[in-house]
Every structure is written in C-alpha cells, then in structure tokens.
C-alpha cells in the first residue's frame, strides 16, 4: 500500500526503475547480472534505512538472496 505522499511503504511491491551511476562497478560478474535483471521488475520493498534508502530484496532462480540499496528517486510503486 502506498503512503499519502504517494511513497511506496515497507512491505509494497516496487519497480526498480534504473541504478544509480556506478552503481554495479564494484560488483561480482554475477550479482552484476542479478540486479540488472530485475531492474523494470517488480521487487519487495523492506525498509527505508537510516540514511532514507530504499532496501530492495530479491532471489534469484537458484535461491540466492540479493538486497540492494538505493535512493527512493529509484523505485516506483508497481501496479
């Protein structure tokens, strides 16, 4: 369910509309692949942190667990 201020709440399905810049460069071939393949999907949204981030979490086919952080200019509610 989203908020009154149309942001999505922790809990909702986001969209991960696009990474920040630099975002995947420091990252394993493999995770590299994971987190661009859900970018455009739909996506759990945990928790906003500390620092107001958006903490994403996805598994992949094989059941490898991802959680991604980015700004909340990233994510969009899906649906």
Known sequence: MTSPTGKPEPGDMVILVDLPPGFLDDLPTEDQAAISAVVGKPIRLNEYDD??????????ADGTIHFVYVGPEFIT???
């Not at 620092?51 to 992949?60: D, H, I, K, Q, V």
């Open 51 to 60: 620092l107001g981030r958006a903490e994403l979490e996805f598994t992949e």
């Open 77 to 79: 509610a899906a649906g």
